[in-house]
C-alpha cells in the first residue's frame, strides 16, 4: 500500500511514520457510486475531527503530489460499471442474481412444475367437434364417448414430430406380425391388387372394414395393425386394400397409383361387397393418402359409395395438398420426414424399374433422375403426374384436394386430424366447410401429430386414442343393435338432399325441373 511519510516530534530527531494513501491525501469519492463521496462527507461531518497540525516537511509535500497524480491515473483506468438507469433493471439483476443462487434441485423443480402447468393448459384439451348441427353431430355426442373425453397425450411426448415418430416406432416394436387372408384381385385393366382378409374370431354375420394405407402403406404397416387389432377386438373383420405394386405383389401394367384416382378402389368396394353376406354391413377407413382416395370416392360417386358403405372414417388426411406439401417441406424436421417419404416411393418404383425401363425409354421421363427425387412434390412433378395425364403437378394436387368437396360426400363421414399435425397445418383443416355439412365430422385434438395420437404415461400400443376411436365409431355404426344408426343416416339424407335442391333450384331451375322428372321417374320403376 501505498503511504506517507510522516515526521513527528522526537528527542533531538523526528520519528517516520506511514499512513494510508486516503488518510494522507484526504477523502477519495468513488466514481462508480455517486452517494459514496456524500456518505463519506456526511461520515466525517457527524465524527468533526479535532484538527491536529502536523509539520510536514518540503519532500513530503512533492511525494504527496506524487502520489495523488498515480491515484487519479489508476482511478481514470477502471473500466466503467454500467449504472442501472431504471427499476426494471434492478429487478432483473435482482432475479438474476437470486435464481443463479438458488440450488439446482430447486431449479429443477419449478422446471417441472412450470411444464405440468403448460401440459393442463395447453395441451390436455377436449377436441373439437366441426360439424353441423343436426341428426349425425348429436348421434356421435350420444353414442361415441371418447369424443367428450380430454385428449392426454403422452406427458413426455407432445411435441408432433416426436409424436408420429415414437408411434410409429412403438408400434413397429410391439405389434406382432398378422397372418392374414391374401386374395389377388384382377382389375378391368389387367392390373392386380392384393386383399388382406383378417377374419379371425369372426361370426358369419360380423360386419367388415375396408382399410386403405398411407402412402407406401400396406397391410403389416404399424398403424394398420393397430386398427386390426381393434377392429378384431369389437369382432369385425377387416380386409385391408394394398395399392398396385405394394404388399409384395408384382405390377402387371406400367400403372401405379395416386391420391386423385379412385378407380382401383371403385372396383374393390364392388369385390369386397359381392364377398360379404348380403345382411352384413360394409364401412371404409383411409389413412393418411389413402384418406383422400376414399374422400375423392365418396366424393365423387356418392350414390354408389352410399349404396355399398354404411360408414367411412379417415384419419390425418392431408385436406389441402398443396399446403400439405409446402409443409412437408419446411425445414429441419419436417423435411426430414418429407425426404424419407420421397426415398419410400422411390423404393416402390426401384422394385418395378423392369417393366418401366422398357416403355418410358424413348420418352421424356428420366427414371434415374426420379429415383434420385429428394421430395414427394419432385417425385409427383417428374413421375405421377405425368403417368396420370397431368399437364402440371399443381394440377394433380387440386384435383386430389378434398377440403372442397365435402358437399358431395353422402355417407356418414367421421374425419380425425391433429392441430399440429406436420403433414397438413391447422389453417387447412376445412371447419368452416364441415359446420356446414351433413354427413362430415371432424375431429380435431391439439397434438397427435401425424398417424400419432399417443396417450398415458407410457403408450399402450393397442388401446390408444387412434384406436378406440376407431372401434367406438364402427362398433355403433355397423353392429346398429337398436338400428339408430340408421334411423339417423336416413334423416342425414333427407337433409342432404333438400339442400342439394336449393342450391340446384339456386344455379339452375331448368336442371331442377329435369331432375324432378328423373326422380318421379325412378320412382316409378321401383314401383313397377
Not at 7 to 27: D, F, I, N, Q, W
Not at 74 to 89: G, M, N
Not at 337 to 363: E, K, P, V, W
Not at 423 to 431: C, N, R, V
Amino acid at each position: 500500500m501505498l503511504c506517507a511519510l510522516v515526521r513527528g516530534p522526537s528527542t533531538g530527531h523526528k520519528l517516520a511514520m506511514y499512513r494510508s494513501v486516503s488518510e494522507l491525501l484526504g477523502p477519495v469519492h468513488d466514481v462508480r457510486h455517486p452517494s459514496a463521496g456524500r456518505g463519506f462527507y456526511q461520515q466525517q461531518q457527524q465524527q468533526k475531527p479535532v484538527p491536529v497540525s502536523v509539520p510536514v516537511s518540503v519532500p513530503v509535500q512533492a511525494h504527496r503530489r506524487d502520489l495523488l497524480s498515480l491515484s487519479r491515473v489508476a482511478e481514470s483506468s477502471k473500466p466503467p460499471v454500467r449504472r442501472l438507469h431504471s427499476e426494471h433493471d434492478a429487478m432483473f439483476y435482482s432475479m438474476y442474481a437470486y435464481l443463479s443462487n438458488l440450488p439446482r434441485l430447486h431449479v429443477l423443480g419449478m422446471a417441472v412444475v412450470a411444464y405440468v402447468v403448460y401440459y393442463l393448459i395447453q395441451v390436455v384439451k377436449r377436441p373439437i367437434i366441426a360439424c353441423s348441427d343436426g341428426p349425425f353431430k348429436q348421434y356421435l355426442i350420444r353414442k361415441v364417448p371418447t369424443l367428450e373425453n380430454k385428449y392426454w397425450p403422452t406427458f413426455w411426448c407432445v411435441e408432433s414430430r416426436a409424436q408420429t415418430v415414437l408411434a410409429s416406432l412403438l408400434r413397429s416394436k410391439s405389434l406382432p406380425h398378422v397372418n392374414y387372408r391374401r386374395e389377388i384381385l384382377s382389375l378391368k385393366d389387367g392390373g392386380e391388387v392384393a386383399l388382406d382378409w383378417m377374419e379371425e374370431g369372426c361370426e358369419a354375420s360380423s360386419p367388415c372394414i375396408l382399410i386403405l394405407p398411407g402412402l407406401t402403406g400396406e397391410s403389416q404397416a404399424e398403424y394398420i395393425k393397430c386398427l386390426v387389432f381393434a377392429a378384431q377386438q369389437a369382432g369385425m373383420r377387416v380386409v385391408v386394400f394394398n395399392n398396385r405394386g405394394l404388399g409384395g405383389i408384382e405390377l402387371k401394367t406400367p400403372r401405379l397409383y395416386c391420391a386423385a384416382n379412385c378407380e382401383d378402389l371403385c372396383e374393390v368396394v364392388q369385390h369386397v361387397r359381392r364377398s360379404l353376406p348380403e345382411h352384413c354391413k360394409l364401412g371404409a377407413t383411409g389413412i393418411s393418402m389413402g384418406g383422400l382416395i376414399l374422400g375423392n370416392y365418396l366424393a365423387r360417386k356418392s350414390d354408389e359409395a352410399r349404396s355399398f358403405l354404411s360408414a367411412a372414417k379417415i384419419i390425418s388426411v392431408p385436406w389441402d395438398v398443396h399446403k400439405g406439401s409446402a409443409s412437408i417441406e419446411k425445414p429441419v424436421i419436417n423435411s426430414l420426414l418429407g425426404r424419407h417419404l420421397a426415398g419410400s416411393l422411390c423404393r416402390t418404383l426401384r422394385n418395378h424399374l423392369d417393366i418401366y425401363r422398357d416403355i418410358y425409354q424413348d420418352s421424356d421421363m428420366d427414371i434415374q433422375r426420379i429415383l434420385r427425387c429428394k421430395t414427394i412434390k419432385e417425385f409427383d412433378e417428374l413421375f405421377t403426374a405425368k403417368q396420370f395425364g397431368y399437364a402440371h403437378v399443381n394440377d394433380y394436387y387440386s384435383d386430389a384436394t378434398l377440403h372442397n368437396k365435402l358437399d358431395h360426400i353422402s355417407v356418414p363421414l367421421l374425419c380425425l386430424s391433429a392441430a399440429d399435425d406436420p403433414f397438413q397445418p391447422l389453417d387447412a383443416i376445412p371447419i368452416k366447410a364441415a359446420n356446414q355439412c351433413t354427413h362430415v365430422a371432424i375431429i380435431i385434438t391439439a397434438r397427435g401429430g401425424h398417424i400419432g395420437f399417443l396417450e398415458g404415461w407410457w403408450p399402450s400400443t393397442k388401446d390408444q386414442y387412434m384406436g378406440r376411436l376407431f372401434q367406438e365409431y364402427f362398433t355403433k355404426a355397423l353392429f346398429d343393435e337398436d338400428g339408430e344408426f340408421q334411423h339417423t343416416s336416413n334423416k342425414m339424407h333427407e337433409r342432404f338432399l333438400a339442400k342439394q335442391t336449393v342450391a340446384l333450384a339456386s344455379s339452375s331451375p331448368l336442371l331442377l325441373a329435369k331432375k324432378m322428372d328423373s326422380d318421379q321417374l325412378d320412382h316409378k320403376v321401383k314401383l313397377m
